[in-house]
């Protein structure tokens, strides 16, 4: 599994795959196409947005989204998003984004927040 920043390219097959990992327990969520890649794509223009990707046999299988959230003495990375593919989850992709992600903000000095995190207390990544 390689993980690795996104680029405008992948929106519809990040957004394809948030559909499916919020489509199941404990979300049910239903997200439409065009919805979800709106998603994506109000993250990604953040301040300072970032994206990777966990991608398998050149297929997305996971996403992790967010932003830089500057306070006065600091800066977080907000993450907005991390989500797995059905069949991918309980494998680790989620934990190899998190520390793909606490990579690449090492170098920028920037903690990660993840309070705001959409998991369940029995979380499925």
Request: proline share 4%; glycine share 8%.
């Amino acid at each position: 599994m390689e993980i690795r920043v996104v680029n405008h390219n992948d929106i519809e097959e990040l957004a394809g795959v948030m559909g499916q990992a919020y489509s199941e327990e404990p979300w049910n969520e239903a997200w439409v196409q065009e919805k979800a890649v709106r998603r994506v794509q109000s993250i990604l223009c953040g301040f300072e947005a970032l994206g990777l990707a966990a991608v398998e046999d050149g297929e997305i299988i996971g996403g992790l989204l967010g932003f830089v959230d500057p306070y006065a003495d600091y800066d977080l990375f907000f993450v907005s998003e991390i989500f797995v593919a059905p069949k991918w989850k309980r494998k680790g992709v989620g934990r190899k984004l998190l520390s793909a992600l606490e990579e690449q903000l090492k170098v920028k000095d920037i903690p990660v927040s993840y309070t705001h995190l959409k998991l369940p207390t029995n979380s499925l990544v």
